[in-house]
């Protein structure tokens, strides 16, 4: 079970310094939708801890790992607020510093991501595998909320600027 735990603790690391991320960044992004995708993310990020916390606990006693009782990632909140607001409305010079905040998380997610799918591939408890796959389907969730508003915000600025590069 070492190696279980030392992937659980380190995952309790990424997790805070997601949360840290999106907290910090959340004060400086000008776009409402952004603004709103990092403050539930970090959020989100704290619920993840918290349950992964909780596991390591567990099973540092001798107890097997427990599947969570709810999703504590499903983006379904951030489609349905990019769809109300109008990201169209943002200046040029705000779109272009949220967008690499935007790619940032993004990177961040995708990181998560694959560290989920790839320790789920190295430990032995079953138990563990399916909590790790599971926060590996978040973070996908997570990943592609942003990659929405990445790119719905990049092609704002093209249209704004009268061409479509690609």
Request: proline content about 3%; overall charge negative; charged content about 30%.
């Amino acid at each position: 079970m070492e190696k279980e735990l030392n992937v659980l603790n380190f995952a309790m690391g990424m997790e805070l310094e997601g949360q840290s991320f999106y907290d910090n960044y959340s004060k400086s992004v000008k776009n409402p939708t952004a603004k709103q995708l990092f403050e539930d993310l970090s959020k989100m990020e704290t619920a993840h801890y918290e349950y992964l916390k909780s596991q390591f606990e567990n099973i540092s006693k001798g107890k097997p790992a427990e599947k969570p009782e709810r999703d504590l990632g499903t983006p379904e909140i951030f489609n349905k607020r990019a769809e109300q607001q109008d990201v169209k409305s943002a200046s040029f010079e705000t779109s272009t510093s949220d967008i690499s905040l935007l790619r940032m998380a993004y990177l961040i997610e995708d990181d998560f991501m694959n560290f989920y799918k790839k320790a789920a591939d190295n430990v032995d408890d079953n138990g563990v595998r399916e909590m790790l796959l599971s926060l590996a389907d978040w973070e996908s969730g997570h990943r592609a909320a942003l990659k929405k508003q990445y790119t719905a915000m990049f092609e704002s600025n093209w249209n704004n600027m009268g061409f479509y590069p690609f």
